[in-house]
């Protein structure tokens, strides 16, 4: 956020304010996703209303209202031994709690503040997450700096992972602008007590060499930690200072450590695993101004000032990112709705392919990609998008609205460095709408809702919260009442005898695999097999409606990745019966 963003002073325009493992298993399905520049996954047409990019995208069929989870569970091992689909009903679903959180935290010159809150809030979610709820966590962090051409003497990380403790990189939390600010103690000492992070080698599931990887595991089984807690090398490793581009890319940065994570070689390769939830969190003060470098003359003193806060200025402003990616409906100074869109080099509504920033279509497309390689594990919304950036405190709960607006606030330099008033504000400074994330974070929400939140607030602890609470949770409970009232199918018995056919349910590398239970009293050893209680062994299912509850008894060292389901088809009694 800004008291007052200071505009270009120099070439470089740093004055623009800126071991647990898994069994190994090399999935087919991730020869898919070092192509996913170049593939298009089908778009449903409310999306592309819902987002307002309404230039012909180049990249999606509007057309096409296929949806992605529809081929989820479609194939089937020894199919012909099951009992039909329809007949079946869900009893059992497991999970493994496997979570991986990628952290894009803007590291431009307005962040320190926001960089202490966020990383006190990192810290006690990762913490949680790990060790009260079990979670099989991965913790990965990277910047907003994807370079610009007057960013000349910054990272670009573009989107490599950093794990390094930030008392070794005091330097990058000094930022010398028109003025010099310096937020080392604040955002760093007041947080980090360890020199380096200490990381144990360890092996991936496309990587069976033990190395030291540049993200943080923890889970029940141990951490990739020496001896440091979670907490510890995440408040080291969370500060990414505040020396980065000021021309801020999160959404490429997204999009470049996807691409890494599969990179063979890459030393990102093999971050993301298939089987896990993905959450990805942005933390910015500002509006994304990811620019395909095809246009970058759009920065240029002698390119064309189309988008520019001030065409008679020396250097161009960050109204350039709002200006060349935003269309608003309104007029000054109430100019919204606002939503995304493609425009090219003159300021007319384009398609994807002459945009000046890249289609927000390509973010879309990307993370659905993602999302349909884990079908295979998860049959739930496996991708999500969380974002802290400028919105009002209170958007999230639903007690305050974004307005936008263009000179109502009164500061109309604000307006020329960023093209549009605040989005929200506070003592620590203001904070530019988020337009383009926002719509990304509306589209694959965390759990039920999106999870968009303040960055003008003192804790960004709800923001990490609702990932908590709706993606890191582990389910090992292997007992539940079969969801019906099964039949008695020998009278001539005491107590109801069921007939049940079990269907188990698993992921791997090929498609989801399903597979008969059998009866623990004739089961194979070493395989899972059922037992099965009904009448007053089962008094507790007579709530729902059920006369039998379900065992799934698991052998000891039996692993599942994603999510384990368990099914029944079972001879039901007359409605009522129970």
Same mark, same amino acid.
């Given at each position: 956020?800004?008291?007052?963003?200071?505009?270009?002073?120099?070439?470089?325009?740093?004055?623009?304010?800126?071991?647990?493992?898994?069994?190994?298993?090399?999935?087919?399905?991730?020869?898919?996703?070092?192509?996913?520049?170049?593939?298009?996954?089908?778009?449903?047409?409310?999306?592309?209303?819902?987002?307002?990019?309404?230039?012909?995208?180049?990249?999606?069929?509007?057309?096409?209202?296929?949806?992605?989870?529809?081929?989820?569970?479609?194939?089937?091992?020894?199919?012909?031994?099951?009992?039909?689909?329809?007949?079946?009903?869900?009893?059992?679903?497991?999970?493994?709690?496997?979570?991986?959180?990628?952290?894009?935290?803007?590291?431009?010159?307005?962040?320190?503040?926001?960089?202490?809150?966020?990383?006190?809030?990192?810290?006690?979610?990762?913490?949680?997450?790990?060790?009260?709820?079990?979670?099989?966590?991965?913790?990965?962090?990277?910047?907003?700096?994807?370079?610009?051409?007057?960013?000349?003497?910054?990272?670009?990380?573009?989107?490599?992972?950093?794990?390094?403790?930030?008392?070794?990189?005091?330097?990058?939390?000094?930022?010398?602008?028109?003025?010099?600010?310096?937020?080392?103690?604040?955002?760093?000492?007041?947080?980090?007590?360890?020199?380096?992070?200490?990381?144990?080698?360890?092996?991936?599931?496309?990587?069976?060499?033990?190395?030291?990887?540049?993200?943080?595991?923890?889970?029940?089984?141990?951490?990739?930690?020496?001896?440091?807690?979670?907490?510890?090398?995440?408040?080291?490793?969370?500060?990414?200072?505040?020396?980065?581009?000021?021309?801020?890319?999160?959404?490429?940065?997204?999009?470049?450590?996807?691409?890494?994570?599969?990179?063979?070689?890459?030393?990102?390769?093999?971050?993301?695993?298939?089987?896990?939830?993905?959450?990805?969190?942005?933390?910015?003060?500002?509006?994304?101004?990811?620019?395909?470098?095809?246009?970058?003359?759009?920065?240029?003193?002698?390119?064309?000032?189309?988008?520019?806060?001030?065409?008679?200025?020396?250097?161009?402003?960050?109204?350039?990112?709002?200006?060349?990616?935003?269309?608003?409906?309104?007029?000054?100074?109430?100019?919204?709705?606002?939503?995304?869109?493609?425009?090219?080099?003159?300021?007319?509504?384009?398609?994807?392919?002459?945009?000046?920033?890249?289609?927000?279509?390509?973010?879309?497309?990307?993370?659905?990609?993602?999302?349909?390689?884990?079908?295979?594990?998860?049959?739930?919304?496996?991708?999500?998008?969380?974002?802290?950036?400028?919105?009002?405190?209170?958007?999230?709960?639903?007690?305050?609205?974004?307005?936008?607006?263009?000179?109502?606030?009164?500061?109309?330099?604000?307006?020329?460095?960023?093209?549009?008033?605040?989005?929200?504000?506070?003592?620590?400074?203001?904070?530019?709408?988020?337009?383009?994330?926002?719509?990304?974070?509306?589209?694959?929400?965390?759990?039920?809702?999106?999870?968009?939140?303040?960055?003008?607030?003192?804790?960004?602890?709800?923001?990490?919260?609702?990932?908590?609470?709706?993606?890191?949770?582990?389910?090992?409970?292997?007992?539940?009442?079969?969801?019906?009232?099964?039949?008695?199918?020998?009278?001539?018995?005491?107590?109801?005898?069921?007939?049940?056919?079990? %269907?188990?349910?698993? @992921?791997? !590398?090929?498609?989801?695999?399903? +597979?008969?239970?059998? /009866? &623990?009293?004739?089961?194979? =050893? #070493?395989?899972?097999?059922?037992?099965?209680?009904?009448?007053?062994?089962?008094?507790?299912?007579?709530?729902?409606?059920?006369?039998?509850?379900?065992?799934? %008894?698991?052998?000891? @060292?039996? !692993?599942?990745?994603?999510?384990? +389901?368990?099914?029944? /088809? &079972?001879?039901?009694?007359? =409605? #009522?019966?129970?």
């Amino acid at each position: 956020m800004h008291e007052r963003k200071e505009t270009v002073t120099d070439a470089h325009g740093l004055g623009h304010g800126r071991g647990v493992t898994r069994p190994a298993r090399a999935s087919a399905l991730l020869a898919l996703l070092p192509l996913l520049p170049a593939l298009a996954c089908g778009l449903p047409a409310g999306k592309l209303g819902d987002i307002g990019d309404t230039g012909d995208t180049g990249d999606t069929d509007p057309s096409d209202t296929s949806d992605t989870n529809a081929t989820a569970d479609s194939g089937e091992s020894g199919s012909t031994e099951l009992p039909p689909e329809s007949d079946r009903v869900g009893v059992l679903r497991l999970d493994d709690g496997a979570l991986d959180v990628l952290f894009v935290i803007d590291n431009s010159g307005s962040m320190g503040t926001e960089q202490a809150r966020a990383t006190a809030a990192i810290a006690a979610f990762a913490e949680h997450a790990a060790g009260t709820l079990g979670t099989d966590l991965r913790v990965g962090f990277t910047t907003t700096d994807n370079g610009n051409p007057w960013c000349g003497g910054t990272g670009p990380e573009a989107g490599n992972l950093r794990l390094s403790s930030c008392l070794s990189r005091q330097q990058e939390f000094v930022f010398n602008g028109a003025s010099t600010i310096d937020v080392t103690q604040e955002a760093c000492l007041d947080f980090c007590v360890l020199d380096d992070i200490p990381i144990l080698p360890t092996t991936t599931h496309v990587d069976q060499t033990a190395t030291e990887r540049r993200w943080i595991e923890a889970g029940p089984g141990g951490t990739n930690l020496g001896a440091v807690s979670v907490s510890q090398a995440v408040s080291c490793a969370a500060p990414q200072g505040i020396n980065g581009c000021g021309f801020e890319q999160p959404l490429e940065s997204m999009h470049k450590s996807i691409e890494r994570s599969f990179f063979a070689g890459d030393e990102m390769e093999g971050f993301l695993r298939p089987w896990a939830r993905l959450a990805v969190v942005f933390v910015t003060d500002e509006v994304d101004c990811s620019y395909d470098p095809s246009w970058q003359d759009i920065f240029l003193p002698e390119g064309n000032r189309a988008f520019w806060g001030d065409p008679e200025a020396a250097s161009p402003t960050s109204a350039v990112c709002w200006n060349a990616s935003v269309e608003c409906q309104g007029s000054d100074p109430d100019i919204g709705p606002c939503t995304a869109q493609n425009f090219d080099v003159d300021g007319n509504v384009t398609d994807a392919s002459n945009a000046v920033m890249y289609s927000l279509t390509r973010y879309i497309n990307e993370l659905q990609m993602v999302e349909s390689t884990k079908l295979a594990y998860r049959d739930d919304g496996s991708v999500s998008v969380a974002l802290i950036a400028g919105v009002p405190v209170g958007y999230a709960e639903g007690t305050a609205e974004l307005v936008y607006t263009r000179g109502a606030a009164g500061d109309g330099q604000f307006v020329e460095d960023f093209g549009v008033d605040p989005g929200c504000e506070s003592p620590a400074g203001r904070a530019v709408p988020p337009v383009r994330i926002k719509a990304l974070a509306e589209l694959f929400p965390v759990g039920a809702q999106p999870a968009i939140h303040s960055i003008c607030g003192d804790d960004y602890s709800p923001a990490l919260g609702a990932i908590s609470s709706a993606l890191a949770s582990p389910q090992h409970d292997t007992t539940a009442c079969i969801p019906a009232c099964v039949a008695d199918t020998d009278p001539a018995l005491v107590g109801t005898q069921p007939q049940c056919e079990i %269907v188990m349910g698993v @992921g791997t !590398e090929m498609g989801r695999d399903f +597979t008969l239970v059998p /009866a &623990c009293d004739g089961g194979a =050893a #070493g395989m899972p097999c059922y037992e099965m209680r009904t009448d007053g062994e089962a008094m507790q299912c007579a709530a729902q409606g059920s006369n039998a509850e379900l065992e799934l %008894v698991l052998p000891a @060292g039996f !692993e599942w990745q994603g999510q384990l +389901t368990i099914e029944a /088809a &079972c001879e039901l009694a007359p =409605a #009522g019966s129970c």
